[in-house]
T-cell receptor, first 112, second 113 residues
Framework: SQQGEEDPQALSIQEGENATMNCSYKTSINNLQWYRQNSGRGLVHLILIRSNEREKHSGRLRVTLDTSKKSSSLLITASRAADTASYFCATDAGSGYSTLTFGKGTMLLVSP | GAVVSQHPSRVICKSGTSVKIECRSLDFQATTMFWYRQFPKQSLMLMATSNEGSKATYEQGVEKDKFLINHASLTLSTLTVTSAHPEDSSFYIC?????????FGPGTRLTVT
């Protein structure tokens, strides 16, 4: 079942601007992951943040996790046209098989 | 890094026929493989979880007789869509779990005419 909810559902920005996407979930988690998907393609793993972590960075990506609010945010700084894609959060509740529950996603459009 | 392949990448079939999609982990052994379905502009929905040598566990609402999953080895899982209908048209994505992380395949676009 889908438990993640991303907002906004769609985001349109100019190159160079920052893009922030949010994800909320309902149950306790082991970790939360963010993925990117270009149109009609598979998923690219961006970053994993564990339940005992509050913030993580990877290049132009910054992810925060607030387990008390059951929410996470993904910030892409200095966006580029190549960042245009759909972004999904996925939660791992620690079932043992790393079963992931995906959010509905945010479609990001970065215009040159 | 770990690579997962899917074959075919695209398939068009006629209503009533069956289609097999392969998912392979190329450079690691996958104890568990997952099959997801994704409708246009929507998220991934987990269909089933399969462990090598045992029956797949299907999510609620997924017909196991329609979506046959075989996980014959630690590097190969297959999804067969039996008696396909136009409503089965979708993007099917597999992932392989190495005990630490899921690695996703590039997806298979199925169109049933």
């Amino acid at each position: 079942s889908q438990q993640g909810e991303e907002d906004p559902q769609a985001l349109s920005i100019q190159e160079g601007e920052n893009a922030t996407m949010n994800c909320s979930y309902k149950t306790s988690i082991n970790n939360l992951q963010w993925y990117r998907q270009n149109s009609g393609r598979g998923l690219v793993h961006l970053i994993l943040i564990r339940s005992n972590e509050r913030e993580k960075h990877s290049g132009r990506l910054r992810v925060t996790l607030d387990t008390s609010k059951k929410s996470s945010s993904l910030l892409i700084t200095a966006s580029r046209a190549a960042d245009t894609a759909s972004y999904f959060c996925a939660t791992d509740a620690g079932s043992g098989y790393s079963t992931l529950t995906f959010g509905k996603g945010t479609m990001l459009l970065v215009s040159p | 890094g770990a690579v997962v392949s899917q074959h075919p990448s695209r398939v068009i079939c006629k209503s009533g026929t069956s289609v097999k999609i392969e998912c392979r982990s190329l450079d690691f052994q996958a104890t568990t493989m997952f099959w997801y379905r994704q409708f246009p502009k929507q998220s991934l929905m987990l269909m089933a979880t399969s462990n090598e040598g045992s029956k797949a566990t299907y999510e609620q609402g997924v017909e196991k007789d329609k979506f046959l999953i075989n996980h014959a080895s630690l590097t190969l899982s297959t999804l067969t869509v039996t008696s396909a209908h136009p409503e089965d048209s979708s993007f099917y994505i597999c992932s392989a779990y190495d005990g630490y992380e899921q690695y996703f395949g590039p997806g298979t676009r199925l169109t049933v005419t």
